[in-house]
């Protein structure tokens, strides 16, 4: 209940839209900056202390009024109105309202001045000076008193909602202990000054300060924070760790490989803060819905307090008189009270809010409520393969050479053509080379990229191919009697002359066949492979995982192409959805295109993170279906909200229209729907049982 407009917070408003105080009609905005908090702890507890002093001053002035006879606050006790008993109950009802509801009464006055009247501070101060004027001063001091209460409630759900978010602060550490060349000597600085390449100390208990590759040591890590994996992750020499990781067990001596805005951790904040300027469709609708409501409420108030008691005076044929207006002028600020879009305007982002925290906890991190839209919506996946279904360190399993060709000498080829390549199978080619004692054929002049079939490379006059098999049949090399096979294969060429092949493997990542089935669990029909390698190894990974539909031999810029083809099959299915996942700086293009773009984020490049909507921290092919479930449930508690908000909302307007519903109703009302709404918004932040 304590938006921006009926509670004066202008900050909270410019984390949720990041457009300063805008008021009670643009208020519901998309998300919280995960840097602000709504209040400082300090201001929280003088709004207890404030709070606690006005129920103690309300009860006081209540039991005073009922002493004296009122029932009413004391405006009917018998006598002279200025009697001290009856001016004292009144001065401590009006010290209620003005401790309880100093924000709105600042807000109301700061928003007129702007020209922008119809707002819930707007609703809340006139109804609250209407019912002092009918004499009601009682009634005006608890609703703001029980708005005050409304106020901290909701501070209290918004802060728990915020903390998974504002908790991502703390993987970044605030120094780094720099190891000296000869390995003795230490010195700390703060990870921003650390240059790529350094040695870095991690004791036990620390956090390590940059991303990085174990030198010396092994230890346990937390990775909780940053990944949402529960179990500790066990990590030796040669293994990457990220910043954020805490050892647990031994102190490790890593050598940094990225500068600190490049890390992980700040890759993630950055993200996620990022996500504040993304509202969902469902967000944009209730702005446009209470710029024009409020103003219509305000309306049909003034037009209840002033036709009705007219129309019987006319009817009766007496003058209009201050009794006649004075039951329908209490209506209307009834109705004023109710009609106040508090439990609209907040629990709708709220809800999107608790939902990506919720998912950030887990290492799922959304950029905004669209992106929980369209994953609501999913209907089709489309997986690259090699880095997001498979784990993509290739290993060469066989050296086959051609007539001619002895192993070491083509081993030696295939390393001088891929030498300066950073792709995984050229990697494995080279460990593999180095592993076995073998060195390329000589250093390359000249290697060029061969339209993603493959490499050309030039030693003298010599020219050397390594690649697929449509790289040598393109370029005249014959090639005969050689059959499919599920692996990965390197063809390696020389002047023309086929030299043989090197086949490597690569093995599916553990979960990638649950992650299938549990997309299919939740409806998600279409399960689409993509990948660059043959037939065969397509064939053989989607058996494996269960995937029935699978595309081989793409290139890198067809990605795009295919995504759109597949695409279209979903777009006539009731605005269904289709998501791509990838992790490659080739899966840029169709992460930027698809409806909704998941990207690898631990290993995945920088390209596919920033082009993604969403990022998966710890690479696990699994959470994209929890992505997908975590989406619909946070889709149905804001369905839930807004229901919830409307039905009570217009039954209680029906009410105080009728006269049916007191001001004490009204305000009980009012509160207790917005901070219904609010508490259901925390539930946002938890996975369904199934998926959890």
Request: proline letters at 4%; charged letters at 20%.
């Amino acid at each position: 209940m304590s938006c921006s407009c009926c509670c004066e917070k202008g900050e909270y408003v410019s984390g949720l839209e990041g457009q300063g105080d805008t008021g009670a009609g643009t208020s519901s905005g998309a998300l919280p900056d995960a840097r602000a908090d709504v209040r400082s702890a300090p201001e929280v507890r003088r709004s207890v202390m404030r709070f606690s002093l006005s129920i103690a001053l309300f009860a006081a002035a209540l039991w005073a009024a009922f002493s004296l006879g009122g029932g009413h606050g004391g405006v009917d006790v018998p006598g002279d109105p200025f009697f001290p008993g009856t001016l004292a109950v009144r001065a401590a009802f009006l010290a209620v309202w003005l401790l309880s509801g100093y924000r709105v009464l600042l807000a109301s006055a700061r928003n007129a001045l702007r020209g922008r009247f119809f707002d819930e501070n707007f609703l809340m101060t006139v109804a609250t000076l209407g019912a002092f004027a009918i004499g009601e001063w009682s009634e005006g001091a608890a609703v703001m008193l029980f708005y005050n209460l409304g106020e901290i409630l909701q501070d209290s759900a918004l802060a728990r909602s915020r903390k998974s978010i504002s908790d991502l602060m703390d993987v970044r550490p605030d120094r780094a202990r720099l190891v000296s060349p000869d390995g003795i000597t230490e010195s700390f600085a703060h990870p921003s000054a650390v240059a790529v390449g350094t040695l870095v100390r991690v004791l036990p208990g620390e956090k390590i300060p940059l991303d990085g590759v174990i030198e010396e040591g092994r230890s346990a890590f937390d990775t909780s924070r940053l990944t949402g994996e529960s179990l500790p992750r066990d990590s030796g020499p040669g293994d990457a760790v990220l910043a954020g990781f805490v050892a647990m067990n031994s102190g490790v001596t890593v050598r940094t490989t990225s500068a600190y805005a490049g890390t992980a951790a700040a890759r993630m904040l950055a993200l996620v803060e990022g996500a504040a300027g993304r509202k969902a469709r469902v967000e944009r609708l209730i702005t446009s819905f209470a710029k024009v409501y409020t103003p219509i409420v305000t309306g049909l108030a003034l037009v209840l307090a002033v036709l009705p008691p007219l129309a019987l005076a006319l009817s009766s044929g007496s003058a209009p008189s201050w009794e006649g207006f004075s039951p329908w002028v209490y209506r209307a600020l009834v109705f004023l009270v109710i009609s106040c879009p508090c439990a609209f305007v907040i629990s709708v982002p709220l809800g999107y809010f608790g939902g990506i925290g919720g998912a950030a906890r887990r290492g799922i991190l959304v950029k905004g409520a669209t992106a929980i839209d369209a994953l609501a919506r999913a209907a089709t996946v489309v997986f690259d393969k090699t880095g997001t279904l498979t784990n993509g360190s290739f290993s060469v399993t066989a050296v086959v050479p051609a007539a001619g060709f002895d192993a070491p000498r083509l081993v030696g080829l295939a390393a001088a053509a891929e030498a300066e390549s950073s792709h995984p199978i050229a990697r494995a080619i080279l460990a593999y080379a180095a592993s076995n004692g073998l060195s390329a054929e000589a250093v390359a002049d000249s290697i060029e990229e061969a339209g993603g079939l493959g490499v050309e490379a030039r030693i003298g006059p010599r020219r050397i191919l390594a690649g697929s098999l449509a790289l040598l049949t393109r370029s005249g090399v014959a090639v005969a009697g050689i059959a499919d096979s599920p692996g990965t294969r390197v063809y390696v060429a020389e002047d023309g002359v086929h030299a043989g092949y090197l086949e490597l493997s690569d093995s599916a990542k553990e979960g990638a066949g649950e992650a299938v089935a549990s997309l299919r669990g939740l409806g998600v029909g279409d399960i689409v492979m993509l990948t660059g390698d043959t037939e065969a190894v397509a064939a053989s990974v989607s058996r494996e995982l269960g995937i029935r539909e699978w595309v081989s031999g793409v290139l890198p810029h067809e990605k795009v192409e295919r995504y759109e083809e597949i695409a279209s099959r979903a777009a006539g299915k009731g605005g269904k959805t289709t998501v791509f996942v990838g992790d490659g700086i080739n899966d840029a293009p169709a992460l930027a295109r698809a409806d909704v773009g998941i990207a690898m984020g631990a290993l995945g490049s920088d390209a596919a993170c920033e082009a993604a909507d969403v990022v998966l921290m710890n690479d696990d092919p699994r959470l994209v279906a929890r992505a997908v479930s975590h989406a619909r449930h946070t889709r149905a508690v804001v369905a839930q909200n807004i229901a919830i908000s409307f039905v009570v909302k217009i039954g209680f307007l029906a009410l105080g229209a009728a006269g049916l519903a007191s001001l004490w109703e009204a305000v009980f009302a009012d509160v207790g729907v917005a901070l219904v709404a609010t508490a259901n918004s925390l539930r946002a932040r938890g996975l369904p049982k199934r998926l959890g």
